[in-house]
């Protein structure tokens, strides 16, 4: 009974010791607006929305040396990440990890659809493009090194039982059998993914989508997109308006892509299922900010920041209003669950869901307040 008294008398020490801290700050910024010291009320503002809250999970303190490349699996529940020379990798429901030690700094990743395995190119210095390797995410069961070497950001992509990888080189896609003893194969001509400018430069690219494959051909701003059914070698073309060479997963069966031309965006989600060619919806008309969305659980609510100093997440709707969430961050990825990933301004990973405190929004609207005198 005493230590039920005890632990009930912490805990009423620990919530009103939170809840003078806030009190405490709004006093503060209270006395800097009253004598006009914006600048300080401000930083004093941005810094309480960049910290981390109480229902956060730092996936990582540190603070790479060169940003980090991040991947998500098609149903965004597990997630892989670098840091500098190390490769890690989390199961966000069964809540495992495992972490890999690189030869270099990866230059780019590409996760098998099931996130089991990655594909990982390494820069070579001395002899020019990337070198290209096979890892199993969740343990020491897969390391293998191609012996072909490939120009740096070539399309590349690991099946989901980790045995194939999947390249273009010289404007052919190779298959390669990973193990011992392998020999790259020429698969696919270019020929069955033409560009929208065969004069220019192709540029390729390959996301997995359960056992099959999206092939985007074209050039900054402007691709053909493809699906590609790996066993039967059968290539379809799905649309001749892509802008961005980029598939956002949403939950395992669908994800989206951007169409359309510069200045006129839109958001289109694209149903796929196992041999079944996928479908493209019309889409949805988006401003440029928007096409770096990520899909949320509410009916045509999507997650996206709105690209300003400072850095804010906001929610938006199909044909509804934007709002914007009271904290401030560098970038964001969306995972299942209506969570984010997302760098903090300290260059932590964290790890958070989307639900806020009467406190943050006030702590947000005073932000705004200051913000607005600050300008004149």
């Known amino acids: 009974m005493k230590l039920f008294s005890f632990l009930i008398s912490v ?31 401000l930083a004093l503002l941005q810094d309480r929305l960049s910290a981390n809250r109480p229902s956060s999970e730092v996936l990582s303190k540190n603070k790479p040396n060169q940003p980090r490349l991040f991947a998500l699996s098609e149903d965004r529940t597990k997630i892989v990440w670098t840091e500098n020379k190390t490769l890690y990798f989390k199961d966000l429901v069964n809540d495992s990890r495992n972490s890999i030690e690189l030869k270099l700094r990866p230059d780019s990743i590409q996760i098998s659809a099931n996130g089991n395995y990655v594909a990982v190119q390494y820069p070579l210095k001395q002899y020019g493009g990337c070198a290209l390797f096979g890892y199993s995410t969740t343990d020491s069961s897969l390391e293998h090194e191609s012996i072909v070497h490939i120009p740096c950001k070539s399309g590349m992509a690991i099946t989901n039982s980790g045995d194939l990888l999947l390249y273009f080189f010289e404007n052919q896609l190779f298959i390669e059998k990973t193990g011992k003893s392998s020999k790259p ?16 430069k192709t540029h390729y690219h390959i996301t997995s989508i359960g ?11 402007s691709y053909n997109l493809f699906f590609l059914h790996l066993e ?11 802008v961005l060479p980029r598939f956002y997963y949403n939950n395992g069966i669908s994800g989206y892509i951007v169409g359309g031309k510069i200045g006129d965006l839109y958001l289109k989600e694209v149903v796929y299922h196992q041999g079944k060619t996928p479908s493209i919806n019309r ?16 009916k045509d609510e999507f997650i996206a920041t709105n690209q300003n100093d400072p850095n804010q997440p906001m929610k938006w709707k199909v044909s509804g209003k934007k709002e914007h969430f009271p904290f401030f961050i560098e970038r964001l990825w969306g995972v299942a669950g209506d969570r984010i990933v997302y760098e903090s301004k300290r ?27 600050s300008d004149g």
Not at 19 to 24: G, T
Request: with cysteine; proline share 4%; aromatic share 14%.
């Open 211 to 221: 056992n099959e494959f999206l092939v985007w051909s074209g050039i900054a701003g």
């Open 283 to 298: 889409g949805i008309p988006i401003v440029t900010r928007e096409a770096f969305s990520w899909r949320l659980t509410g």
């Open 185 to 200: 194969e020429k698969y696919i001509s270019e020929n069955l993914f033409p560009t929208p400018f065969p004069k220019l």
């Open 347 to 373: 260059g932590e990973l964290v790890l958070d869901d989307l639900i806020f405190s009467p406190e943050d929004w006030m702590i947000y609207e005073y932000f705004k307040k200051v913000r607005k005198l």
């Open 232 to 242: 039967s070698k059968r290539v379809t073309l799905l649309s001749k308006d892509i």
């Open 11 to 41: 805990l009423i020490l620990f919530f009103f010791s939170c809840q003078s801290k806030h009190e405490s700050l709004v006093s503060e910024i209270e006395d800097l607006i009253s004598k006009e010291k914006y600048e300080k009320a």
